[in-house]
């Protein structure tokens, strides 16, 4: 079994930053209602005054603002599905898993559409509340073992936060220059180690 990361692995942009832009472009209202709060927040938690998965967890409300979100998912795939990466789709497995911090009502119908099994967090847009753990670094390698899932042949990120999960994996691959370019992980040295935990401990990387 194959298991990726999704945005800036074999997607590029970061879906959920796109598609709340989408929303805001086709209900202007967002961007006085939502948009300031959620940049205020990005804000906090950069300065460390917000933790990672409270400053998620208000992003992604916006997607309980929208009240024809199906259709605009629908829509928004259909014009972004060609930003999945080349290398990806010329290997593609039908037991391929995509496992993502990214909310599973914006990732699980591009997985269809793909044929491919995804995990991701699982987050209700009417209740605005994280119905499970946060589908980012340890939480992946913990709930691959938890579940036991059957061997990772071959781990895809383009984030060192997601070392816990390649170490899971017979083999494991850095992909960078915005989804293009697939290398092997990068040797676990000292310094490497030292921005794996720096990269956990700060990082909900957001590709613009």
Request: glycine share 6%.
């Given at each position: 079994?194959?298991?990726?990361?999704?945005?800036?692995?074999i997607?590029?942009?970061?879906?959920?930053?796109?598609?709340?832009?989408?929303?805001?472009?086709?209900?202007?209202?967002?961007?006085?209602?939502?948009?300031?709060?959620?940049?205020?927040?990005?804000?906090?938690?950069?300065?460390?005054?917000?933790?990672?998965?409270?400053?998620m967890?208000?992003?992604?409300?916006?997607?309980?603002?929208?009240?024809?979100?199906?259709r605009?998912?629908?829509?928004?795939?259909?014009?972004?599905?060609?930003?999945?990466?080349?290398?990806?789709?010329?290997?593609?497995?039908?037991?391929?898993?995509?496992?993502?911090?990214?909310?599973?009502?914006?990732?699980?119908?591009?997985?269809?559409?793909l044929?491919?099994?995804?995990?991701?967090?699982?987050?209700?847009?009417?209740?605005?509340?994280f119905?499970?753990?946060?589908?980012?670094?340890?939480?992946?390698a913990?709930?691959?073992?938890?579940?036991?899932?059957?061997?990772?042949?071959?781990?895809?990120?383009d984030?060192?936060?997601?070392?816990?999960i390649?170490?899971?994996?017979?083999?494991?691959?850095?992909?960078?220059?915005?989804?293009?370019?697939?290398?092997?992980?990068?040797?676990?040295?000292?310094?490497?180690?030292?921005e794996?935990?720096?990269?956990?401990?700060?990082?909900w990387?957001?590709?613009?």
């Amino acid at each position: 079994m194959n298991v990726y990361d999704f945005d800036g692995t074999i997607f590029y942009p970061d879906c959920s930053v796109g598609f709340a832009v989408w929303c805001m472009n086709r209900h202007p209202t967002l961007w006085l209602t939502f948009f300031p709060k959620a940049l205020k927040n990005l804000i906090l938690y950069k300065k460390g005054k917000m933790s990672r998965t409270l400053m998620m967890r208000k992003f992604f409300s916006f997607l309980g603002k929208v009240s024809d979100f199906n259709r605009q998912i629908g829509r928004y795939w259909d014009k972004h599905e060609k930003g999945i990466s080349a290398w990806y789709m010329a290997q593609k497995k039908p037991d391929d898993l995509i496992i993502s911090a990214s909310p599973r009502c914006i990732i699980e119908p591009i997985a269809q559409r793909l044929g491919v099994n995804c995990v991701c967090t699982e987050y209700d847009r009417e209740s605005g509340v994280f119905l499970d753990n946060l589908m980012y670094a340890k939480g992946k390698a913990r709930y691959i073992i938890d579940q036991g899932f059957p061997m990772i042949d071959n781990f895809y990120s383009d984030s060192l936060a997601d070392t816990p999960i390649a170490l899971c994996a017979e083999k494991a691959h850095f992909v960078t220059n915005k989804a293009r370019t697939v290398s092997d992980w990068p040797h676990l040295d000292p310094e490497t180690m030292k921005e794996v935990r720096r990269k956990i401990n700060t990082g909900w990387t957001i590709h613009l």
